[in-house]
């Protein structure tokens, strides 16, 4: 993984300004500036960069770096003599920054999902193959003291070898219905919850249990969301938009952008430019990805998953089981949702009508060895986003990765063995038969 040297730090551009980016762009204004400069940004919306250059201008201090747009991204790297480009744009754009980055000479940070397809996952395999560029998955959920308290107890043996795991996630009212608000509805976008969402999961797995997935089968539907749901449960009152909807008043599921600075400057101002929706509504027409989704893998060390996928239930978490030859291996954690774009380490307002549950319950790992007493196991409690995941990754990315006997740092093996699964599971969903990864790519 390159580094800042000591001449000087990395210079870094950051392509797709949305709310994802913030966590980049803040680091290396803040807690990570000595290790990297943000030297400029890429964008097809001029209100959204100038957005961010107005607020850390404001809250850093900052000096506005250039901005490019697409069509001038070859120019936007060459000028600014980028090292290393971070991808946070729409998911099915990654592909084409990522290639073309390292076609002209730099390494990549990409946010999850690697992409959506096979198609794409194959032309970027075959780049980096290529160029021998460095790419590198942000796959912040490892980082977890939660996850990774998982991952050392499965590596010492204390269950034996792994031959299932069932896993169960839960999206929540308010996080599961964003999806659905947002460009993520359509699963051309997206590759739907099966890749967006749902590779932090199947990524999890893998480094788990250090395998990679085989065959995959899967049963997923649009079950709760949409319109023609609303209407089997008697709904009569629809809207397009939040915006200027009396129906959406009262609604629980409505977004209002109103009033909420980072909602606002991003997407609510600068709608006139590109035409982007933020608050439509979960109950309306045009949804193509799924909601409820399950699916069973079998990975290439043989051991078995069956996991579901809910994003309209009422708490927000997830629980896996693991059945070993020495033992079980039990967790469940409740998470706290959050509406994207709209809070963070900026200390946002809470949307009205949105607000997060007060108190979840305790998260517990607990292992139950075959002939032994169950046992509840001690785990480190990490602070900020993704379960104190965040800054440990940003750590990685902007420092460099230190001794890690877990192996956290991911790269371009591990954002494709994440994608598979789901773009197997989106091709079982179609075709109604199992899929073998290596019917889709070649790595």
């Known amino acids: 993984m390159a580094v ?25 204004y803040s807690s990570h500036e000595k290790y990297g400069k943000l030297a400029a940004f890429c964008d097809l919306n001029p209100v959204r960069m100038k957005f961010w250059n107005d607020h850390f201008q404001r809250t850093h201090g900052k000096k506005p770096v250039p901005t490019y747009r697409p069509d001038r991204f070859d120019r936007m790297l060459k000028e600014n003599r980028i090292d290393r480009l971070i991808v946070t744009s729409m998911d099915r754009t990654h592909h084409r920054y990522i290639i073309r980055a390292m076609e002209l000479g730099c390494d990549v940070v990409t946010e999850k999902p690697l992409t959506v397809d096979a198609d794409k996952c194959q032309a970027i395999i075959d780049t980096q193959k290529k160029t021998g560029r460095q790419l590198t998955v942000t796959f912040n959920y490892r980082y977890a003291p939660f996850n990774s308290r998982i991952k ?14 069932h896993f169960e996630w839960l999206l929540n009212t308010q996080h599961g219905a964003d999806y659905f608000r947002r ?25 788990w249990i250090a395998s990679a997935p085989e065959l995959v089968f899967g049963l997923g539907r649009l079950a709760f969301y949409g319109r023609e749901n609303a ?39 600068a709608e006139k430019e590109d035409g982007y929706l933020r608050d439509q509504s979960v109950f309306g027409d045009g949804i193509s990805i799924e909601d409820d989704m399950a699916v069973l893998v079998r990975y290439r060390n043989r051991a078995t998953m069956t996991y579901h996928l809910t994003a309209y239930s009422p708490w927000e978490g997830y629980r896996v089981m693991f059945n070993g030859t020495r033992g079980r291996l039990e967790v469940e954690i409740e998470e706290r949702p959050y509406v994207s774009g709209a809070k963070d380490d900026f200390n946002m307002p809470e949307l009205r009508g949105l607000e997060p549950r007060d108190e979840a319950r305790p998260a517990a790992i607990v292992l139950r060895p075959l002939w032994g007493k169950p046992l509840l196991v001690n785990y480190e409690k ?62």
Request: charged residues 25%.
């Open 382 to 443: 990490g602070s900020g986003g993704h379960g104190g995941g965040d800054v440990r990754l940003l750590d990685d990315i902007f420092i460099g990765p230190k001794k890690d006997p877990l192996g956290h740092a991911a790269g371009l093996y591990d954002g494709v063995m994440s994608i598979m699964t789901g773009v197997c599971a989106n091709h079982s969903f179609n075709t109604g038969r199992p899929i073998r990864v290596d019917e889709l790519v070649k790595i």
């Open 4 to 28: 800042a040297s000591k001449k000087r730090p990395l210079r870094y551009a950051i392509v797709g300004l949305g709310g994802r980016s913030a966590m980049y762009s803040s680091a290396l």
């Open 152 to 165: 050392e107890i499965i590596q010492s043996g204390a269950i034996g070898r792994v031959l299932s795991v």
């Open 231 to 269: 209407e089997e449960r008697g709904e009569l009152n629809f809207y397009y938009r939040a915006r200027g909807s009396r129906w959406a008043k009262d609604d629980p599921f409505a977004l209002h952008l109103e009033g909420n600075e980072r909602l606002e400057g991003l997407y609510l101002k």
């Open 183 to 207: 460009w993520h509805r359509d699963k051309r976008n997206s590759g739907g919850l099966m890749v967006h969402k749902a590779t932090h999961h199947f990524d999890l797995v893998n480094w």
